[in-house]
C-alpha cells in the first residue's frame, strides 16, 4: 500500500481518503475503470496518463473514485489565482480516515473539500507554469504608397525580457523611418531598459532609462532617468492570459540636447538638465480569442515648472495568428500588431509641433 485513494461523490464535493495499492485508476460514474498514472488534480477535472488513450482529461463529476498512488509528499493550492502553496503528506485521523498535514505544520490538517489542484512536488505547477527566463520578442513593419505621390515608411521593434519571481529586466530598442518623393522626412532611434523589483504582489521598485535620437524634430538626444515605486492594482494569469494595471511614480532627470544653434541674445538653451516628477500608467489585457491590448502613459513635469513636460502614449493591439500553426509550429509565436505612439510636448518654440505621432502595423515573432 502506498498513498491514497480520492472518492469524489457525484452530488457531494466532499472527498474522502483511503490507502489502496500502488495501481492507479480512475471509476466513472458509469463504473467504467480507466488505469493509468494519474498526474494530478486541476480545478474540477482529474488528469490521467494512460497507455492505450494518452493523456485524458477528466471533469470530477463523472469521477466515483481515483486510485492515486505516490510515496512522494504533494502540492495542494486552495486558491487557484494565488501562488501560494502547501506541500502536504498523507497521514490517518483517529478514526482511520487518510488526511493531508502540511509538511511545515502538522498540527494542522488542510480541509480536502478546500483543495482546487494537488500534484507532485517533482511536478510542473499546473495553476503558474515556469516562465522562461529570457523572452524575445521582433517586429517589422512597412508601408509604402506610389501614386501622386511616393511615400515609404519602415518601423522595427525589438525587446528582450529576462523574468524569475520578484524580478523583471526589459531592454528594448525601436526605429521608425519615413521618406516622401525620395527625400526623408523623420527618423526616430529609441532604446532603453527597464529593471522593477516586486517583494509582494502589489508593491514594487524600478529603475528606468530611455534614450531618444530624433532627426527632425526640436531635439536631437532626449534621455531620461526615472526611479521610483509601483502598485499593481490588478495582476492576474488565467490559464496564460495576463490582465494588469499598474501605476509608478517617482522622480526622474531629463537631458535634452537640440539641434538649432542658439543665437546671439537668445534664451533658448542648446542643452537642458532638469529634475522631474516620473508618472507612469501600465494596461494590459489578454482576451480569450487571442487579441491583446497594451497601452502605456509616462508623464515628467519638471520640478520647478510642472506645466512644462513631456507626455508620451503608446496604444498597442496585438493578434496571434494561431491559423499559422497549422502551417509549421515555427509560425506558432507570430502575431500580427497595430499600434500608435504619440510624445507631447507641453511647450515647444512657435515653429515646431507639440505632437508627434507614430502609427504602425507589424508583425511580429517571440521566441
Not at 502540492?75 to 509538511?103: C, H, M, Q, W, Y
Not at 521608425?176 to 527618423?187: C, D, L
Not at 532638469?274 to 480569450?288: N, T
Amino acid at each position: 500500500y502506498k498513498l491514497i485513494h480520492v472518492m469524489v461523490k457525484p452530488d457531494d464535493t466532499t472527498d474522502v481518503l483511503t490507502y489502496v495499492s500502488s495501481d492507479e485508476s480512475v471509476v466513472t460514474v458509469t463504473d467504467d475503470v480507466i488505469n493509468g498514472t494519474v498526474t494530478g488534480i486541476k480545478g474540477g477535472n482529474v488528469i490521467i496518463d494512460t497507455a492505450f488513450a494518452g493523456t485524458l482529461t477528466i471533469a470530477r463529476d463523472q469521477i466515483k473514485t481515483i486510485d492515486y498512488a505516490s510515496e512522494n509528499t504533494l502540492f495542494a493550492r486552495t486558491d487557484t489565482t494565488d501562488k501560494d502553496k502547501v506541500e502536504v503528506s498523507v497521514s490517518r485521523d483517529a478514526e482511520g480516515n487518510v488526511i493531508l498535514i502540511p509538511v511545515e505544520d502538522k498540527t494542522q490538517a488542510l480541509a480536502l473539500d478546500d483543495v482546487q489542484t494537488l500534484w507532485a512536488t517533482d511536478g510542473e505547477d499546473p495553476d503558474f507554469p515556469p516562465v522562461k527566463m529570457w523572452a524575445f520578442s521582433a517586429s517589422l513593419g512597412m508601408t509604402g504608397h506610389e501614386g501622386a505621390t511616393s511615400d515609404i515608411s519602415v518601423s522595427a521593434y525589438i525587446d528582450a525580457v529576462r523574468t524569475s519571481e520578484h524580478n523583471t529586466l526589459k531592454l528594448y530598442g525601436s526605429m521608425a523611418k519615413s521618406r516622401s518623393e525620395g527625400v526623408k522626412t523623420s527618423e526616430q532611434y529609441i532604446g532603453g531598459l527597464d529593471f522593477e523589483h516586486r517583494p509582494t504582489e502589489r508593491w514594487s521598485w524600478y529603475l528606468r532609462d530611455e534614450a531618444q535620437h530624433n532627426r527632425f524634430s526640436d531635439y536631437k538626444l532626449r534621455n531620461v532617468v526615472g526611479s521610483g515605486g509601483g502598485f499593481y492594482f490588478w495582476n492576474t494569469n488565467t490559464d496564460g492570459r495576463v490582465s494588469l494595471l499598474r501605476f509608478r511614480l517617482g522622480l526622474a532627470h531629463t537631458y535634452v540636447e537640440h539641434h538649432k544653434t542658439k543665437e546671439a541674445n537668445s534664451n533658448d538653451r542648446l542643452e537642458e538638465s532638469d529634475m522631474a516628477i516620473d508618472l507612469g500608467l501600465l494596461f494590459h489585457y489578454d482576451f480569450v480569442c487571442g487579441v491583446s491590448w497594451n497601452t502605456e502613459l509616462t508623464y515628467t513635469p519638471l520640478v520647478d515648472d510642472l506645466d512644462k513636460g513631456t507626455l508620451v502614449h503608446e496604444t498597442k493591439i496585438s493578434y496571434l495568428l494561431k491559423e499559422l500553426s497549422t502551417v509549421s509550429n515555427k509560425l506558432s509565436d507570430i502575431s500580427l500588431q497595430v499600434g500608435m505612439r504619440n510624445e507631447y510636448q507641453t511647450e515647444t518654440p512657435p515653429d515646431v509641433e507639440s505632437t508627434d505621432t507614430t502609427w504602425y502595423l507589424r508583425l511580429s515573432k517571440s521566441w
